[in-house]
């Protein structure tokens, strides 16, 4: 029989365990958003997971309501912190990418600003439309900067390879200001999630690579700078 000590301490960490993954990124939505996805036992894929905690919108649904997915993730450093963070799912070093930058790289140089990602792909993207070659960096005395090597794939690309399920409950685009692009490398004939989850930087979406048959249910305010979008499969059923 456990004493009242170890009864305690145990009830102390269950408690904590709770609070650290009462809703979390979710929190805001808990009204719109949240009451579509309070089912257990799900499959996800989450781009643009960061560390699997902070910034994520998946930690909850995995470790209180038994979840699992992809977590794919281009930054090195967050990822590895993510593939610690979420061991229930698999976290893939990654940047999902338009259909032309599929099974390529791009290098950034520098710290890793949120945004430094989006910008290098938009880059790459629109040089090779072009046919032209990326800037040089201007020679100077300035320290040299780190170089970061991320792979790149489409996302059909990036589910082929992990052999993942054509139908699943949740695809997140946690990507602000690179949502349209990253779509553009889905392919929706082949796998078909219940919903979308969509982050972007205004309640005005523009999404052309999005099918018809996906209905937008809901917008709910994320932070000061972005919203969140819940579209659902039209086929599905009643919303």
Not at 13 to 37: D, V
Not at 153 to 173: T, V, W
């Amino acid at each position: 029989m456990a004493t009242k000590q170890q009864t305690k301490k145990k009830g102390f960490i269950s408690l904590a365990y709770h609070r650290a993954f009462t809703m979390g990124a979710l929190r805001p939505h808990a009204e719109t958003i949240f009451p579509h996805l309070n089912s257990p036992g799900g499959k996800f894929v989450e781009v643009g997971a960061r560390d699997g905690l902070k910034g994520s919108l998946t930690p909850y649904l995995e470790k209180v309501l038994g979840w699992n997915g992809l977590l794919i993730e281009p930054w090195p450093h967050l990822f590895q912190r993510c593939r610690k963070n979420r061991k229930s799912s698999v976290s893939l070093n990654v940047a999902a990418s338009e259909r032309l930058l599929r099974d390529s790289y791009i290098e950034i140089a520098g710290k890793p600003p949120i945004a430094s990602v989006r910008k290098k792909l938009i880059q790459e993207a629109e040089a090779r439309t072009q046919g032209r070659p990326l800037e040089a960096p201007r020679p100077g005395k300035a320290k040299p900067k780190k170089v970061h090597y991320v792979s790149t794939n489409s996302i059909a690309g990036i589910l082929d390879r992990a052999n993942f399920d054509k139908q699943f409950e949740l695809m997140i685009f946690n990507l602000t200001g690179y949502e349209d692009r990253a779509m553009d490398g889905m392919d929706f004939e082949r796998y078909k999630p219940t919903f979308l989850l969509v982050r972007t930087f205004s309640a005005n979406i523009n999404l052309p690579g999005l099918p018809h048959y996906y209905q937008k249910i809901c917008s709910s305010k994320h932070n000061e700078r972005s919203m969140l979008h819940l579209f659902r499969y039209a086929d599905f059923g009643v919303n």
